[in-house]
């Protein structure tokens, strides 16, 4: 750990250690709400991810939904949002650095990059860490150092392709190591201040990983000059990467609560803020700078929290706590981890920050034992069916449809859209006070057909989390969902999904998590074409979709293309739940070794996530036939089918209530007068 004199220094706090949670910033004096605590411009090394490479401005990280921006410079692999980001840039970069992207372009061009990496793979410890560093470093050195330097150059060269036909050649880890090489480069000055931050002695998630940071160290070696060579030493690169992984901070897009995840960055002035589930300061990135502002009045001595987890809070406890612990290692026993918050709604938002220096009253202290709930075990799903009791009205009636269910629906039944409002707003008044958006599926057999009333309670529901607040539209639109309850009945949903929750805070008193609102109402089915999944849906309720419908993406008719995700591969850039699915060894082997394939109802289990892409072609593509139906005339047409499904949905569900409200809670069990109207307005 470094020394004190390489912090930020400022007239509003002080660094200071604190007993057993490392390091903390604390107010020196009394902090009205709003005031700008903090501006972290320091960014001293960062990576964008590749794949993001033409759609991610590398001056201000600004990204336009994947919308490919207007500068582009493919020779050094480079794009910007303007010319005037494009000039910052290059006025910050001298001719060897820019040398220094085009070797990096050309090599990627030349063997590819590899990013794959299976989850659960053991941490190297530090004396493997070292063992091959200083290997590495020694064969390094002795070919640069030779006679001969054209020999040496073409040995290294081999190097470089033993390691790109071995998969350990990552165009990203390279970017990381070479900017962090350029920063310091260009401002030596910022480096004392990269080395008083906390070091994690076993920094690579696998072999693997390190593997491809010394893969990258000996590229660096080959393709920079003599004077960045020099700074590119293994020692260098190993201190960055030892700081890096509690210390980063999440490059995410601005405009959708970051569901974009493309790179991240260490700004060691902001380290030093620590975590607080009930944070009494707000981050927020403004470009290339990280800027922190006073939620509250803070007074004089109080420690300065952020939170890691983005800026809802509004999740389980046990969620929250065994995804600290997940991902940085601590934990927490703030306030608010201490009481009880059980019934909190909603997954948290995208992670902002990657690791940290500690945290508020936790980290290092105390260690309580916080075990993610195993009530969560989730139980093997039943192939959709009825299970409701003769004593129990339903309007499903099994058997019902006559003539054969097409061969592509793998599934159908009731779907319900909801939205929660953002911590403390009831009534959202615009898009940005909604946290998130659900969906509610209630399968029923293939083959049955709808009667009059209610649907009646199956035990059999499913919800679905989609941590944006509006749905996806178009093919770039890709989401990231996961099921958050399985096999839930009416009573689990009344309890513990759609009403409000009040919980206590000590720094800001009661908190209110708002109740579920309802948006609409209709049927679905899940389909295969051989390829792909899809859902499609008809919306029976609202008649006429309003403009929160609309804002939020629904259409009277609509689908999207469904892929899950394989859990033995990590998840992409921190969308990962703390609890995985526990999928069967005979569903785990259906994946082979795709990381992604057509989501099927078995797929669907507590924890499952899943990518929801849109479809700006309507339910075309979900309700093609399959070819083996087309010559059997019992056989119903896709759309056909669901279309009956729809019309008898209508019928159904007019006679439930006087107003859609009632109709959708009624349908639940519910009484409307204790929920939110179906809000179609803003």
Same mark, same amino acid.
């Given at each position: 750990?470094?020394?004190?004199? $390489?912090?930020? &220094?400022? !007239?509003?706090?002080?660094?200071?250690?604190?007993?057993?949670?490392?390091?903390?910033?604390?107010?020196?004096?009394?902090?009205?709400?709003?005031?700008?605590?903090?501006?972290?411009?320091?960014?001293?090394?960062?990576?964008?991810?590749?794949?993001?490479?033409?759609?991610?401005?590398?001056?201000?990280?600004?990204?336009?939904?994947?919308?490919?921006?207007?500068?582009?410079?493919?020779?050094?692999?480079?794009?910007?949002?303007?010319?005037?980001?494009?000039?910052?840039?290059?006025?910050?970069?001298?001719?060897?650095?820019?040398?220094?992207?085009? $070797?990096?372009?050309? !090599?990627?061009?030349?063997?590819?990059?590899?990013?794959?990496?299976?989850?659960?793979?053991?941490?190297?410890?530090?004396?493997?860490?070292?063992?091959?560093?200083?290997?590495?470093?020694?064969?390094?050195?002795?070919?640069?150092?030779?006679?001969?330097?054209?020999?040496?150059?073409?040995?290294?060269?081999?190097?470089?392709?033993?390691?790109?036909?071995?998969?350990?050649?990552?165009?990203?880890?390279?970017?990381?190591?070479?900017?962090?090489?350029?920063?310091?480069?260009?401002?030596?000055?910022?480096?004392?201040?990269?080395? *008083?931050?906390?070091?994690?002695?076993?920094?690579?998630?696998?072999?693997?990983?390190?593997?491809?940071?010394?893969?990258?160290?000996?590229?660096?070696?080959?393709?920079?000059?003599?004077?960045?060579?020099?700074?590119?030493?293994?020692?260098?690169?190993?201190?960055?990467?030892?700081?890096?992984?509690?210390?980063?901070?999440?490059?995410?897009?601005?405009?959708?609560?970051?569901?974009?995840?493309?790179?991240?960055?260490?700004?060691?002035?902001?380290?030093?803020?620590?975590?607080?589930?009930?944070?009494?300061?707000?981050?927020?990135?403004?470009?290339?700078?990280?800027?922190?502002?006073?939620?509250?009045?803070?007074?004089?001595?109080?420690?300065?929290?952020?939170?890691?987890?983005?800026?809802?809070?509004?999740?389980?406890?046990?969620?929250?706590?065994?995804?600290?612990?997940?991902?940085?290692?601590?934990?927490?026993?703030? &306030?608010?981890?201490?009481?009880?918050?059980?019934?909190?709604?909603?997954?948290?938002?995208?992670?902002?920050?990657?690791?940290?220096?500690?945290?508020?009253?936790?980290?290092?202290?105390?260690?309580?034992?916080?075990?993610?709930? !195993?009530?969560?075990?989730?139980?093997?799903?039943?192939?959709?069916?009825?299970?409701?009791?003769?004593?129990?009205?339903?309007?499903?009636?099994?058997?019902?449809?006559?003539?054969?269910?097409?061969?592509?629906?793998?599934?159908?039944?009731?779907?319900?859209?909801?939205?929660?409002?953002?911590?403390?707003?009831?009534?959202?008044?615009?898009?940005?006070?909604?946290?998130?958006?659900?969906?509610?599926?209630?399968?029923?057999?293939?083959?049955?057909?709808?009667?009059?009333?209610?649907?009646?309670?199956?035990?059999?529901?499913?919800?679905?989390?989609?941590?944006?607040?509006?749905?996806?539209?178009?093919?770039?639109?890709?989401?990231?969902?996961?099921?958050?309850?399985?096999?839930?009945?009416?009573?689990?949903?009344?309890?513990?999904?759609?009403?409000?929750?009040?919980?206590?805070?000590?720094? *800001?008193?009661?908190?209110?998590?708002?109740?579920?609102?309802?948006?609409? $109402?209709?049927?679905?089915?899940?389909?295969?074409?051989?390829?792909?999944?899809?859902?499609?849906?008809?919306?029976?309720?609202?008649?006429?979709?309003?403009?929160?419908?609309?804002?939020?993406?629904?259409?009277?008719?609509?689908?999207?293309?469904?892929?899950?995700?394989?859990?033995?591969?990590?998840?992409?850039?921190?969308?990962?739940?703390?609890?995985?699915?526990?999928?069967?060894?005979?569903?785990?082997?259906?994946?082979?070794?795709?990381?992604?394939?057509?989501?099927?109802?078995?797929?669907?289990?507590?924890?499952? !996530?899943?990518?929801?892409?849109?479809?700006?072609?309507?339910?075309?593509?979900?309700?093609?036939?399959?070819?083996?139906?087309?010559?059997?005339?019992?056989?119903?047409?896709?759309?056909?089918?669901?279309?009956?499904?729809?019309?008898?949905?209508?019928?159904?569900?007019?006679?439930?209530?006087?107003?859609?409200?009632?109709?959708?809670?009624?349908?639940?069990? *519910?009484?409307?007068?204790?929920?939110?109207?179906?809000?179609?307005?803003?």
């Amino acid at each position: 750990m470094g020394s004190l004199s $390489q912090v930020p &220094q400022s !007239q509003l706090f002080s660094i200071r250690e604190t007993p057993g949670a490392g390091r903390g910033v604390f107010a020196t004096k009394n902090i009205a709400r709003g005031t700008e605590v903090h501006v972290a411009d320091d960014l001293s090394a960062h990576v964008l991810f590749r794949e993001y490479r033409n759609e991610v401005c590398w001056q201000c990280f600004s990204y336009d939904r994947g919308r490919k921006l207007p500068i582009r410079d493919p020779d050094h692999g480079l794009a910007f949002c303007s010319e005037g980001c494009q000039r910052k840039w290059n006025g910050r970069h001298d001719r060897e650095c820019l040398q220094a992207w085009r $070797q990096l372009e050309i !090599q990627v061009k030349k063997s590819g990059s590899n990013t794959d990496e299976f989850a659960g793979a053991v941490r190297p410890g530090p004396a493997e860490i070292e063992s091959k560093w200083r290997a590495a470093e020694q064969t390094v050195k002795q070919l640069r150092g030779a006679p001969q330097q054209h020999r040496s150059k073409k040995e290294l060269a081999g190097l470089v392709a033993a390691s790109a036909d071995a998969g350990r050649f990552s165009a990203d880890v390279v970017s990381f190591q070479l900017n962090a090489v350029l920063a310091r480069h260009m401002d030596p000055g910022q480096w004392p201040a990269i080395l *008083a931050l906390e070091e994690d002695t076993r920094p690579y998630s696998s072999a693997t990983d390190l593997d491809r940071h010394i893969a990258s160290y000996c590229f660096l070696a080959l393709a920079l000059p003599e004077e960045l060579a020099r700074i590119a030493s293994a020692e260098m690169l190993g201190t960055v990467k030892g700081r890096e992984v509690r210390n980063s901070f999440g490059i995410r897009s601005l405009d959708d609560e970051g569901c974009e995840f493309f790179g991240w960055g260490v700004w060691p002035s902001a380290s030093y803020f620590n975590h607080n589930c009930d944070p009494n300061t707000d981050k927020e990135r403004v470009g290339r700078t990280w800027v922190f502002r006073a939620k509250r009045d803070i007074a004089a001595g109080e420690e300065i929290c952020i939170s890691y987890l983005g800026k809802d809070m509004g999740i389980l406890r046990e969620e929250r706590t065994a995804l600290l612990k997940k991902t940085w290692g601590f934990d927490c026993i703030c &306030q608010r981890c201490k009481g009880d918050d059980r019934s909190a709604h909603s997954f948290a938002s995208p992670c902002d920050k990657k690791g940290g220096t500690g945290t508020a009253s936790s980290k290092k202290g105390k260690q309580h034992d916080q075990q993610y709930d !195993q009530q969560h075990e989730p139980k093997a799903d039943p192939e959709p069916n009825d299970n409701t009791t003769g004593e129990q009205e339903t309007a499903v009636e099994p058997h019902g449809r006559e003539g054969s269910t097409p061969s592509s629906f793998l599934e159908k039944g009731i779907i319900y859209f909801f939205l929660r409002g953002r911590v403390g707003i009831d009534h959202p008044e615009k898009v940005s006070d909604i946290a998130r958006t659900f969906m509610l599926l209630r399968p029923i057999p293939t083959d049955a057909k709808l009667g009059d009333g209610p649907i009646g309670d199956a035990g059999n529901c499913r919800l679905i989390a989609i941590p944006k607040k509006k749905l996806p539209k178009t093919g770039r639109d890709r989401w990231i969902a996961f099921v958050e309850k399985t096999n839930a009945s009416f009573d689990d949903l009344k309890t513990n999904f759609l009403p409000a929750n009040d919980y206590d805070t000590k720094t *800001a008193g009661v908190r209110h998590s708002p109740p579920a609102v309802p948006l609409a $109402q209709g049927v679905y089915a899940l389909t295969t074409t051989g390829r792909e999944s899809h859902m499609a849906y008809m919306i029976t309720l609202p008649n006429d979709l309003g403009e929160v419908q609309s804002t939020i993406g629904l259409k009277e008719k609509g689908s999207w293309i469904l892929s899950t995700r394989n859990p033995q591969y990590p998840a992409p850039g921190n969308t990962g739940l703390p609890e995985g699915p526990k999928y069967s060894q005979e569903v785990l082997d259906e994946f082979r070794s795709l990381r992604w394939m057509g989501t099927v109802p078995k797929h669907l289990v507590l924890n499952a !996530q899943f990518l929801l892409v849109g479809e700006s072609s309507g339910i075309q593509k979900a309700m093609e036939s399959d070819e083996k139906d087309k010559d059997n005339d019992d056989t119903h047409d896709p759309i056909e089918e669901m279309e009956e499904l729809e019309h008898e949905d209508v019928k159904r569900m007019e006679h439930l209530g006087k107003t859609d409200s009632d109709a959708i809670f009624l349908d639940l069990e *519910a009484y409307a007068k204790d929920h939110p109207q179906l809000q179609t307005e803003f």
